[in-house]
């Protein structure tokens, strides 16, 4: 066994000095040329609405940094310029975990405090790349803690065998929790490289970087959604959604800019926007018989929709943009949705439909490129023009890539207003509260449900001749935000005019601040409808501000 040390010392320190001397080129150790094929990886995409004064080139490399295998250690490249003494001093606690001079986890804890930010994030991608070759283990079960892993860690160090901890989920929360230990901010998310992905981000003082096992993207952009977007954009795969997870509990989800175009297409709605929009408006009795044509200039959306009574069916297409590794989404949807009432006390709106499509992107690895979808809701509201008012809400969705599950999400809520007339004016409070299901715990794939938002408002409708003006403040309790907003309508016979903006304030770091605003117009002729909006957001991340915006127009022809 003293042997068996000692060449791992000699090997470890001329491995480091070597890629040290030759620029991290070299890479050393058995058969280590097919393990590190790519020591670097040139991502090339353009990010809209960059900011002047704000360098994003150091996020255009993804650099690997390769841990233990096999009873070697080696490093490459040398990513961050570290001295000599800088980048042994990293190996040396890897080594000294091996030899068990760092015995415990909060003695690799302790040890770790005097390394500078950098080191501790090559430390983090050592250790992923240990647990990668070493610790996966297919496994559905909770996350264990950080002692186990340490325990397990050692374990595979000095033996140089197997000894699970479960998938990447499992891998990225005991890392996550590293991180958080040695005061680096940091949470794990879920992505997408061929299948179903967790890694980890973190917050830097220069900016943000992810490590996923022993590769490393950093950059010193603050924007998450930034640093997010290009590693999906390195992978090559389309994600719609990350949610966040701290100690393995869920924190955050973050609908992607492809997510939401998809989402906008299919007309899913994951918050309580529409349960709240049954609740305070009236019923449509008539008949659907219309043709529906879509454009969005923005978000790359184009759609044509046909639906009588109640059966329609709908078909288009969405287009990622430059920094997107989405190239297009072709999909058809049919299914059915209808509004009615029973004895003009209770309405009813269900929806029953599935989403079919071919997904493009840039990874042509994946062997499977169909998306398949199921949507669902049913909405209950009750039908009076004066006293209380309730509604209630029921919806799922769930898409599949192939087999693999790519989306999913169910919910359920209710609301309740009380409507006060008084002559040509209605004033009506409301209250709505929505629950969400997400995963119980990081490492399984059980689901529960979650008090995701509290909705509360009110709407002021005034009578004017034949217009009617409609006034509407609110404010949301989400999670991980605080929302407060508003909206004005005119309406009459033959036109629209709306215009709603909000604020937020997060009350998670890892979810920005955002300013935003909508305003429609819309002119109804006798069998058509023709509408045209703009939309435009601003993000603020740490300081970082980033804005967007949306142009799109739509024709309804009714026959």
């Known amino acids: ?39 670097e990886i040139d991502i090339n995409f353009k990010f809209e609405n960059e900011q002047e004064g704000v360098d994003y080139s150091k996020s255009n490399t993804i650099y690997y940094y390769e841990g233990f295998n096999k009873g070697k250690l080696w490093y490459s490249p040398n990513i961050f310029g570290f001295e000599n003494h800088e980048i042994i001093k990293v190996a040396n606690i890897i080594e000294s975990i091996q030899d068990k001079k760092i015995n415990s986890y909060q003695e690799l804890i302790e040890e770790s405090k005097n390394l500078s930010e950098n080191q501790k994030i090559v430390l983090l991608s050592a250790i992923g790349g240990i647990l990668r070759d070493f610790n996966y283990e297919d496994s559905n079960e909770k996350v264990s803690s950080q002692d186990t892993f340490f325990e397990k860690l050692q374990d595979s160090l000095a033996t140089g ?46 900016g943000s970087s992810i490590v996923d096992y022993s590769e490393i993207l950093t950059t010193n952009a603050k924007n998450i959604e930034k640093i997010l977007g290009a590693y999906q954009k390195y992978q090559g795969t389309t994600a719609f959604q990350h949610l966040f997870f701290e100690d393995a509990e869920f924190k955050y989800r ?30 449509s009795k008539k008949d659907s018989r219309e043709l529906k044509i879509t454009l969005d200039f923005e978000k790359y959306l184009t759609s044509f929709e046909l639906n009588y009574k109640g059966i329609f069916a709908k078909t288009g297409e969405i287009r990622g943009d430059l920094s997107s590794p989405l190239n297009k989404i072709n999909l058809y949807q049919g299914g059915y949705k209808k509004e009615s009432s029973i004895l003009d006390i209770l309405n009813i709106n269900g929806n029953l439909n599935f989403v079919l499509g071919l997904l493009n992107q840039d990874n042509k690895e994946v062997e499977n490129n169909e998306i398949f979808g199921a949507q669902g809701s049913l909405i209950l509201t009750t039908n009076n023009e004066k006293g209380f008012k309730f509604a209630s809400r029921i919806s799922g969705f769930d898409i599949f890539l192939g087999d693999m599950p790519f989306f999913h999400d169910f919910t359920f809520g209710a609301g309740l207003s009380y409507k006060i007339p008084i002559k040509k004016i209605k004033i009506e409070p409301y209250v709505i509260t929505q629950y969400n299901f997400f995963p119980n715990d990081l490492g399984t794939e059980k ?12 709407i002021l409708d005034i009578g004017i001749k034949k217009t009617n003006l409609s006034l509407g ?23 629209r005019a709306n215009i709603a903006g909000y604020i937020t304030k997060s009350k998670y770091d890892f979810c920005p601040d955002k300013i935003g605003f909508k305003t429609e117009l819309e002119a109804k002729l006798k069998n058509l409808d023709i509408k045209a909006g703009y939309e435009g957001k601003k993000t603020n991340y740490d300081g970082e501000k980033e804005w967007s915006n949306s142009l799109n127009a739509s024709i309804n022809i009714k026959y």
Request: proline share 2%; charged share 25%.
């Open 473 to 495: 403040p609110y404010y949301t309790w989400k999670i991980w935000e605080n929302e407060f907003g508003g909206a004005i309508e005119f309406n009459s016979k033959n036109a």
């Open 254 to 283: 973050l609908i992607t800019r492809d997510g939401e175009h998809f989402l906008d297409f299919v007309e899913y709605d994951e918050t309580s926007q529409s349960l709240k929009n049954k609740l305070i408006n009236n019923i």
């Open 447 to 458: 689901y529960r449900p979650k008090f995701l938002e509290l909705n509360v408002g009110s």
């Open 161 to 206: 065998e197997q000894n699970g901890l479960g998938v990447c989920r499992h891998i990225s929360s005991h890392l996550e929790q590293i991180a958080e230990d040695m005061e680096v901010r940091s949470t794990a998310v879920t992505g997408f490289a061929t299948i179903g992905h967790v890694y980890v981000i973190l917050k830097t003082n220069e």
């Open 1 to 39: 066994m003293k042997k068996i040390k000692g060449c791992i010392k000699k090997t470890l320190l001329s491995a480091i000095l070597s890629s040290f001397l030759f620029g991290g080129g070299l890479v050393y150790g058995k058969n280590l040329e097919d393990k590190v094929s790519k020591p």
